[in-house]
């Protein structure tokens, strides 16, 4: 092989993540942050707060989310005028600050998070019903043998956290994602949280929402609050907890469509009016129930005895049993933007000992996640995409690789500032489509 002479120029400047200039049009020109952080947050410190949360921003969309990662971009002057920070915090600065405004800082991310969708007019997907899904869901984060505020036994059966998070419709934009102790039972504080992500998603369309949920928020008091919104629908998993297994399954086989799959399994399905009383009055809900009774295996070997499985769907919706059923399998999809948020912007295991602090990181990457999304959902779907296969929507991971990690010369002459690609790049139709979009003027 022949020997390359490796150098390092004198002059010449380049980056390795042009992308960041894409981040920085939408924080900067899509939201108020900057303007909110200098005029609610008290103090006037040398580094402003906007330097300080548009740091951490852009290395979330780097896919870093430890203080550390700091110090790797103070002396880049690419990642200043990229995002328009005037001083890069050290990572001292970057944890102390956080420690110190947690509360403020996270407040106006979430209005940032919710400003940056309107303004940008985010496409919104409908359900073929004609709804937008809204999914609602708790995860954990697994933050084992650490000693942090907040962590402990999570339904996982690991030592961490059950933030909860809400998506809108097929695109999967965050809404909202609550950082909670690991023991908090997923439905203590649910209702406070809906309420909140249901006055998000009406100020982004005006389609009828379609709340699904899984059976960890089948209580009575979620099914009243859902009925009380005269422009949502919802699916909430049945939880059977001590149902009479045997009661359903004659019912079903009697009142119920019957199928038969293969040989030794059953099938039925049908609906039932169920009336629950609460805060002095009644409230009828339709229940959707399915029971699956098996007599042998796939293979046909014969069970000792019959293996019976029961669900239910709590439902608004007048559709068809099997649609309900359809409708509420298609909210699997979310457990991918979970995974983005954990694996893709790494925060897995959260970076601070303080839960306050903790909470507003995860806040950050919602709005860092939808940040990236928006870039994916512009940038990498079109014609002139670089080459991969047909989607409705890119990964984080893949919007970090693909725009964000650009390889580009930064060239400055007189005021001017030029951001040159190599002559084969295949992202550059990409990144310049997406540029001019959000650019500012």
Known sequence: MKRIEIEQSSKAFYSEHAGLVLVGNLINGYTDLC??????????????????????????CLG??????????????????????????????LRQRFDRQAKAFQRLAEAANIELLKRTQVPVTALPTGHVALDLDVFCL?????KKEGVSRTYQNYDGYAPIGA?????GWCLGIELRPGSQHSENGFVDFLRKVLVYAQK??????????DSAHDALETLVELRRHPNVSFIVRWNPRRANVFYWRDRAFREGRVSEPRPGKKVAIFSTWVT?????????????????????????????????TLEGWWTSLCVHEDEVIWLYEKRGLSEQFHSEIKSDLDLERLP??????????????????NLLRILGQNGLLADFSPVRHQAKRRRVKTVIQELIYLAGRVIRSGRRLKLQFGRHCPAFQAFRSVYLKFCPG
């Open 167 to 171: 998506y809108l419709s097929e695109e």
């Open 352 to 369: 601070s000992g303080k839960f306050a602090t903790n909470a507003l990181v995860l806040t950050l990457g919602g709005l860092a996640y």
């Open 64 to 93: 870093k989310s430890d203080f550390e990662a700091a110090e790797g971009v103070s002396g880049d002057d690419w990642f200043k005028e990229a995002l328009d920070i005037q001083k890069v915090p050290s990572q001292e600065t």
């Open 204 to 213: 982004i369309t005006r389609k009828r929402l379609l709340v699904r949920t």
């Open 35 to 60: 303007e909110r952080l200098e005029k609610e947050v008290p103090g006037r410190p040398m580094i402003s707060h906007a330097d300080v949360v548009k740091t951490y921003l852009g290395l979330l």
């Open 276 to 308: 629950r009383h609460y805060g002095g009055r009644s409230y009828r809900f339709r229940l959707v129930i399915r029971v699956t009774e098996r007599i042998s295996d796939a293979k046909g070997q014969m069970l000792i005895q019959p293996d019976i």
């Open 142 to 146: 697994d933050n084992s043998d650490t």
